[in-house]
């Protein structure tokens, strides 16, 4: 397989690209939004995604011309929803949110779909947003009236940390500052802020007082009282069966090094989930189970023995003990997490009420830290390099065989997995690092695939781990100009189209309705088949700036085609490769569809 090269391609500084011309060297007037602009340059963000719009057109323009589109920096994006998408990429690599500007409220009708899907995924990220004038008698006929709402923030409160409307440039930095705080702080998630187009537009009578950010911002503890860590290790130390579910942790490398000394020393074994970021080495030997989106069968006989788990803010707990249990466990439950602080009435993403224990309300990487002192882990033996997998044979694709293709193609070199499709066999593929996979979209919202990887693939830029999305066709065509950003901002990024030409799994709901109506079973394909046309997927992502390959019908060609389409991301290039896949689904996603139909 071919080595990796020594790092990915340099993407050119941000001021390389869309550096504004003429600026004064002064301002001898300054603006509400000028104000707002040097605030946000005071969070040390570097990059602010948007969809322009009249109602911040105050802020566009201090964003270009008083602070010289850098730091931060916009990024054009086509659909608020991919601006939104892109900044919770960036967020699942570094843990910090970015910045996001949406046109009023219908820039933010569009961008909700992936603000939930941040909510759901618990990722930080800023949204800032604009209405026409409060004051009606300053408003514009006709177009300032439709994009003005009494209270906008009403359009996404239930699914967001934290929203404001400041009524004046100073409270304006106070929110944002408030805004920053409250979305970086545990359990983390997107917040919104409003800004009044007369408060931006208005000229500063006087000069705002300078402000301390590092003090309106104070880190938050968020660790474990000692005399919980003694309870939960008594526990842990006196069981026979102990399991730990690893769940919403950080993609910090300490961390990762944190759980595993936790498990080898506790001989527990461990189970994952594809629908967050990698948490443990999948194949070590304590690693039971594949990780998938349903726990797998060897999982949940794991959690049925168990006669102690430990819960480090698992998603859905409550569903997963449920099912392997059927009903409460035997074994005593420590639940590590700060997500109720975040449950609403509104949605149900806090899924079932688990029976639990012992409750510990902290960080689920602080508490694992405090437990390592009390322990005395022995070295962790160095890892055997990964054997690899066999070529693909000729004849028709599954979704293994690509993933054992791309294997062959990518080599030893790391690699993100930055969105992976249902179809994916968590065993074809395994995680070493925790940049290695970053997790699934959260709100399960088809099409943030793309953008989501955009923002990753920018967070990962000169790191020289080679960004890869693999997604399903349907994610695709409902992502594909995020691609245009990647493209015009020099983003390398691989986009690997698991095409089965169908809402698959919208099939396999339909066949069993069916079954269960005793109906033909036969026609579950119609409403769901994308041919009859057949989409050109290879050509939409060229005619967004990528290059394209494909489409790979046949098994035995698909390493060739990795291989050419990896050798254009490493000089700096997007590329989309169509794979005609077989629909279906691993077994153990199968088995789990039918156990939660």
Not at 328 to 341: N, Y
Not at 451 to 471: D, F, H, K, Q
Request: with cysteine.
């Amino acid at each position: 397989p071919p080595k990796r090269p020594p790092a990915m391609p340099e993407a050119p500084p941000p001021t390389s690209i869309e550096r504004p011309a003429g600026l004064p060297a002064a301002s001898n007037t300054l603006f509400g939004s000028d104000a707002i602009a040097e605030t946000l340059r005071d969070l040390h963000i570097p990059f602010i995604a948007l969809n322009p719009g009249a109602s911040y057109r105050g802020l566009h323009d201090s964003l270009v011309n008083h602070l010289g589109n850098d730091a931060p920096q916009m990024l054009l994006c086509l659909h608020e929803e991919h601006a939104v998408a892109i900044a919770q990429g960036w967020a699942k690599v570094t843990g910090t949110p970015m910045l996001v500007a949406v046109h009023s409220n219908v820039g933010l009708f569009h961008a909700t779909m992936a603000i939930f899907n941040a909510w759901c995924d618990r990722m930080p990220v800023i949204v800032l947003g604009a209405t026409g004038p409060m004051d009606a008698a300053r408003r514009r006929p006709w177009i300032e009236w439709i994009h003005t709402a009494q209270d906008q923030g009403a359009i996404v409160r239930n699914y967001v940390k934290w929203d404001a409307q400041p009524a004046s440039p100073a409270a304006a930095r106070e929110a944002l500052f408030r805004a920053a705080w409250i979305a970086r702080t545990a359990p983390m998630g997107p917040v919104y802020v409003n800004l009044d187009l007369g408060l931006q537009e208005d000229a500063l009578t006087t000069p705002l007082p300078p402000l301390d950010p590092t003090r309106l911002m104070p880190p938050v503890t968020t660790g474990a009282p000692e005399s919980l860590i003694t309870e939960a290790l008594t526990l842990l130390q006196t069981a026979q069966h102990p399991v730990i579910l690893m769940g919403r942790v950080s993609r910090d490398e300490t961390a990762w090094a944190n759980r595993l000394a936790l498990a080898e020393t506790l001989s527990a074994r461990v189970i994952t989930d594809l629908k967050v970021g990698a948490a443990f080495p999948t194949d070590h030997h304590l690693h039971t189970g594949s990780p998938g989106i349903f726990p797998a069968q060897a999982a949940l006989q794991a959690i049925a023995e168990a006669d102690v788990i430990l819960s480090l803010d698992w998603v859905d707990l409550g569903g997963a003990l449920r099912t392997a249990c059927n009903g409460p466990p035997a074994g005593r439950v420590i639940q590590v997490s700060l997500d109720h602080v975040l449950h609403n009435g509104w949605s149900m993403d806090h899924q079932a009420l688990p029976p639990v224990d012992l409750f510990i309300a902290a960080d689920p990487d602080q508490v694992a830290v405090a437990m390592l002192r009390h322990l005395k882990p022995a070295p962790t033996p160095p890892q055997p390099p990964l054997t690899p997998p066999n070529a693909p044979t000729a004849g028709p694709i599954v979704t293994p065989a690509l993933a054992a293709a791309l294997r062959l193609a990518t080599g030893d070199r790391p690699v993100s997995l930055t969105h992976l499709p249902l179809s994916w066999d968590a065993t074809s593929w395994p995680f070493r690092h925790p940049l290695d996979y970053l997790g699934s979209d959260g709100g399960g919202g088809i099409g943030a695939g793309p953008g989501i990887s955009v923002g990753a693939a920018l967070a990962l830029r000169g790191s020289g781990r080679l960004p890869i999305c693999v997604c399903g066709d349907g994610d695709f065509l409902m992502g594909t100009t995020a691609i245009w950003t990647a493209a015009h901002y020099r983003i390398p990024l691989l986009i690997v189209v698991a095409n089965n030409q169908s809402f698959f799994n919208d099939e396999v709901h339909q066949e069993r309705v069916a079954t269960m109506r005793n109906r033909p079973i036969e026609n579950k394909w119609i409403g769901m088949r994308m041919s009859d046309p057949d989409i050109d997927l290879a050509a939409l992502g060229r005619a967004q700036g990528a290059q394209g390959f494909g489409p790979v019908h046949d098994a035995a060609d698909l390493q060739a085609v990795f291989t050419a389409a990896i050798a254009a991301v490493d000089a700096g290039a997007i590329a989309v490769v169509d794979v005609r896949v077989r629909p279906g689904y691993t077994p153990a996603m199968a088995s789990a569809l039918t156990r939660t139909s």
